[in-house]
């Protein structure tokens, strides 16, 4: 496959992420969502770093820290959803609404 | 010692005390007013240094550059700098001692005494300044200060309005003032004073007549504004609202020096724009002859002095335009000293009976006010031109300059305003000093004695200052002219003039006590209303503005406002309308803000 | 000096599906032999006879996969049928995978892989979500319950396994189970490693879900835990899948500690198998012997004892490698 | 031949669990959807040479954090409840919001002509001893973040998360 074609399944992978990222109600689902749009930029990165970087190390760096990130985030975005669900019985982000007024 | 920490010593002594005073003794005002004392003295002490030393090369420092502009930050020691310099930060000096006993149970004394530090500062600074903006730095600081002080009584109605009309004349006069200065900045270049007035190099070499003549006329404006001359002179005697040794200070060495100095320090230029210099010459007369016949009637005590004033810096304009420089420092400085006496000695009268009127001050036994009346009567005596005293020599130089270089009518002008000026000092001195009546209710006021060394002092100064024309000469690199004692007889003979119809009015006994003006009515009235130029301001400018104002407000009301409430609605309508895509709804946040990504992405892909 | 099996073929997804192919069947039968070595074994341990049909009772299951195979497959009624049927095969499939990537003898292996240990590790860590998603979709609380317990425990457990296997890449510098393998020519890793070997044999334990740590399925709380719902094949392949990851636990142990292939006289393949069995044998000791741990208990000695172990022997290690 | 087949298995796993996650309605599923998505991201990652972010791919994402996602769902949402009917003008926005964004991207990379180079990195420069020795100095700093920023999310999530003593 060339570049441009891994690019577009990225991109797909992207839009894909949003739509779960903007359609969802439900925190998890949002979560998995934002996911699958870092992974489109991982990606990417992997797809540019074989086809344009010269050195091969650096995508592959970038796609390791971005796991780690993903593995951060995920830890806390988790347990603010436990906490969350035991305040209000709920996680869905529509009906957290109590600091709008 | 070395010149530049001299000349900081000068220049920063007033300042630091400003600092020190308002930061850190505002509750303590004794305190407050010997470092303010101790600061003044310093500078005395070290500009007394600095004309020891004699004329140095300027001292300059780059401020920044632009182009192959520089504007520099510096010192500028000739002749006339370090003369007025000593005479400002002396006569500031004594006005600081003798507002000790004067301001001595004013509550905002710390701030007094501050402000005076920097009036000092800001006027020091601009004599010394070697660079023109420099010089119009600190013009505006000396404008902003002497704002401050007339309306130090700021709670007096008239003190704020007297402020506030010193502030925007002076500010009209400053506009012209500062496009001429950018005008020389255009055409030279630079703000370099040296290099600017150079004879072989300088500005008037390389202009045509014509831009000079604008510019001579630009900064005219300016200096008619801070010397108070026709038709900006209004503010001057209004500013009389303000603590009388301020008025000293005002009216001897600083705010309307400046305008004066200016022209010193300008000098050839004007000498080189001929045109310019006969319209300043014809303004200067004009004014002292103006100012002379108000004075003539007003029974204000500070407004004579004050119009007497603004007739003197016209002698000093018409001797600076008629081409004598040392004929217009020489009575820069001696009206300084005998100005500063006139308003010192005023002070004490109106310290001790709390009026203006000289009738009043007269009738309550002024003449018991020892101290104050034999300055009064040395500093009108000089003020009049009584030979010797200070004021005669440099009265007598301004006509001889206009007799030698054929201004006839001008020195016929010159001649009138002394005539006019001896006799409204004499009225004034015979109204406090020989009263129809006295009346001996009152207790025999007291004289401070801060209020009493600089009259003594000043008196000193009025007395001996015209002896040394020569010197003061010879340090602006100058010849005095030598006068003859029958090229002296007319200006004699126009005093003792003056002084007789005033004795024959006011002096004698059973005198009728009114001027002989009175008796031909119109003018009398022209002179009492002061020659209506305030109610011609009023009918005209402020009429004027008034109805501009009106139709203003008009269009503001009726057309604006209506629109800016319909612009306000609309706005509100659209917030109303765009609070919902700012629902707290961070999914739509995200999809407008990846939906703008897109289009950039198109736009700029 | 090795052969790849797979290069042998001229095509290699052919030579990958034969892989495939042999390891199924192999892990099929060695499924059955090792439930009977189990029933036998404990029977042994028990004072009791155990299996009796046919020559040693092997031919219990024989008929017993008949019975499993010949059973109808039953589907809860409000059980998410995707999920459910998924389940088993997510759960037995990793093992398939991997399995090719073990040295069995010095000169044949199906596929050497430069970061196999890696590879191993990740892709075993899958079947966790089967058994989630046994007991998600059975719709039943006992097997959501199980399955809950399941995941903690594995995500827990993984942890210490992983740890006790890095001082080994940290001494051999490879993640080649070939080149691991060979490091331990002169003697195996277990007598430089041997708290690393008891962690890791602790870790596998559970990680199986094996006694005693066999909360997931403990009978007497949870019924079956997370495989209560199945019946038929698909229990037999969570069966299949238990001791195919007790033979993949135990072969990676082998690898890793016990030298793999090497020993004296007797052919590598024979010393690889007789270690593998002689740990299977260790860990159904085990299941015997020892009572099983509450839940709790169970957390905590994953997170509270193995942990810091795990880290202080890496922490020892690192040190004596870099002194040595 | 094969091989080109097989990446496109990939990219049909990709694209299939991508649809998943984004389109169902049931937490679950959607989970199921971001492994289904992620192992096929693993196989892409294979297909790019680079075997050993493969692994680490399918070790932290789907063994770690698919976990961790379905974890905590167990934990907040009941079993029996019906998933909330979908907001149809909500989704419509997201899809459209979504189809734009595709599109221009796809434009973007349609007519950038990327300079790429002439052969691509080889094998050796790839393996896991480059990428261990460049993440250990020449991005050491990098790494150390990385673990400072995992500590303190560890720290974060027991914090947030554990129940507090009443």
Known sequence: MTLEAYLIVAAALFALGLIGAMSHRNLIALLIGIELMMNAASLNLMAFNRFVVADPTVGQIFVLIIIGLAAAEVAIFLSIILRLYRAYRDIDAEKLTELSG | MDTLLLILLTTGAPLACFVIALLFLVQRPRAAQGTVLFGSAVSVISAIGLLLQGAVAPLRFLWFQSGGIQLQFGFLLDGASLMFGVVVALITACIMLYSTGYMARDPGKTRYFALLSFFAWSMLSFVYAVDLLQAFIFWELVGLSSFFLIGFWFEKPEAAGAARKAFLMTRIGDVGLFIGILLILQLAQSFDLPGLLDPQSGLATRVSPDALNAIALLIFIGIMGKSAQFPLHTWLPDAMEGPTPVSALLHSATMVAAGVFLMIRLHPLFMAAQDAALIVLTLATFTAILSSTIAMVDSDMKKVLAYSSISQLGFMLMALAAGSLFAGVFHLITHAVFKALLFLCSGIYIHAYHTNHMVEIGRRGGRRLKTATLGLLIGGAALAGVPPLAGFWSKEEIFAQLGRDGFTLYMGGAFLAAFLTAYYTFRMIFLIAKPDRIRAADDSPSEPLAMKIPVWLLALGAIVLGLFGRNIASGLGLIAPHHTFASMLPAIGVVILGIAIAYFDYGRDNAPRTGFIGKIAPLNALFVNKWYIDDFYRVTLVAMTHALSRVLHWVETHILDNNYDRFGLGILRTGAKSTRIQNGWMQLYLGWAILVLAVVALVLG | MKTDIVQLFDNPYLALGATIAVIMAYLSVNAIMLIWLERKLSARIQRRIGPQRGPWGLMQQIFDMGKLLSKELLTPAHANKLLYVIAPIMVFAPVVALSSLFPITRTYIFHDFNIAIVLILAISGINVVGIFLAGWGSNNKYALLGAVRSVAQNISYEIPLILSVIPIVMITRTMSLYDIALAQSAYPFVLVQPIALIIFIIAATAETNRAPFDIPEAESELVAGFHTEYSGMRFGLFFFAEYSHMIFACALATVLFLGGWHGPILPDAVWFFIKVYALIVLMMWFRWTFPRLRFDQLMKFAWVVLVPLSLINLLITTLVLKLV | ?166
């Open chain 4, 1 to 166: 031949m094969l091989e080109q087949s097989v990446v496109y298995l990939f990219v049909a796993l990709v694209l299939i669990g991508g649809c998943m996650a984004a389109f169902s309605r049931q937490v679950l599923y959607a989970i199921i959807g971001l492994g289904i998505s992620l192992l096929g991201l693993a196989g892409l990652f294979l297909s790019l040479g680079s075997p050993f972010v493969a692994a680490m791919q399918v070790l932290i994402y789907i063994g770690g954090i698919t976990v961790a996602i379905v974890f905590a769902m167990m934990l907040s949402i009941a079993m029996s409840v019906r998933p909330p009917d979908p907001d149809v003008r909500k989704s419509m926005f997201a899809i459209g919001c979504a189809v734009v964004f595709f599109f221009a991207v796809a434009y973007l990379i349609r007519d950038t002509s990327f300079p790429q180079v002439a052969s691509p990195a080889s094998e050796k420069a790839w393996s896991v001893g480059a990428l261990g020795h460049a993440l250990l100095t020449h991005y050491n700093l990098v790494f150390e973040t990385l673990s400072l920023v995992l500590l303190l999310a560890i720290i974060g999530a027991i914090l947030i998360a554990r129940k507090e003593k009443t």
